[in-house]
C-alpha cells in the first residue's frame, strides 16, 4: 500500500517562503513520477508542479512559474516544493501525488494520470 504524507504547510505573509516536503512510503518510488497539486476553498484541484522519475523533467503550471521549484531525492523517497513569492491566492491545501503508469520521460500535469494521493497540507497566504 502505498502511503503520501505531506508536511511544511503553514501561515505566512504575501512575499515569504514555504518549503513543503511528502515522504513516500512505495518501494517503486525512484520509477514513479511525481507531482504537487492544490485546492483552494470552493475551487476545483489545480495542478501546480511535477517531476519526473529521476528528476532532469520538470513540468509547472503557468500561475508558479519563476516562483516555485519542485525537487525529489530518490534516496530518501522524498518529494519537494519550494515556494517563493507567496501571493494570497497561493492560499489551498496542497496535495502530493504519485503517477504509476507515467513513463520516465513524463513529469505531466494532468491530475487523473495520478493515482495516489496524500492527505494534504494547508498552505495560508496573509496579505
Known amino acids: 500500500q502505498v502511503q503520501l504524507v505531506e508536511s511544511g504547510g503553514g501561515l505566512v505573509q504575501a512575499g515569504g517562503s514555504l518549503r513543503l516536503s511528502c515522504a513516500a512510503s512505495?518501494?517503486?518510488?525512484?520509477?514513479?513520477?511525481m507531482g504537487w497539486f492544490r485546492q483552494a476553498p470552493g475551487k476545483e484541484r489545480e495542478s501546480v508542479a511535477t517531476?519526473?522519475?529521476?528528476?532532469?523533467?520538470?513540468s509547472y503550471a503557468d500561475s508558479v512559474k519563476g516562483r516555485f521549484t519542485i525537487s525529489r531525492d530518490n534516496a530518501k523517497k522524498m518529494v519537494y516544493l519550494q515556494m517563493n513569492s507567496l501571493k494570497p491566492e497561493d492560499t489551498a491545501v496542497y496535495y502530493c501525488?504519485?503517477?504509476?503508469?507515467?513513463?520516465?520521460?513524463?513529469?505531466?500535469?494532468?491530475?487523473?494520470?495520478?493515482?495516489?494521493w496524500g492527505q494534504g497540507t494547508q498552505v495560508t497566504v496573509s496579505s
Open positions: 501525488a504519485a503517477g504509476f503508469t507515467l513513463s520516465q520521460w513524463r513529469a505531466s500535469l494532468s491530475i487523473g494520470a495520478y493515482d495516489y
Open positions: 517531476i519526473t522519475w529521476s528528476g532532469d523533467g520538470v
Open positions: 512505495t518501494a517503486t518510488f525512484s520509477r514513479t513520477a
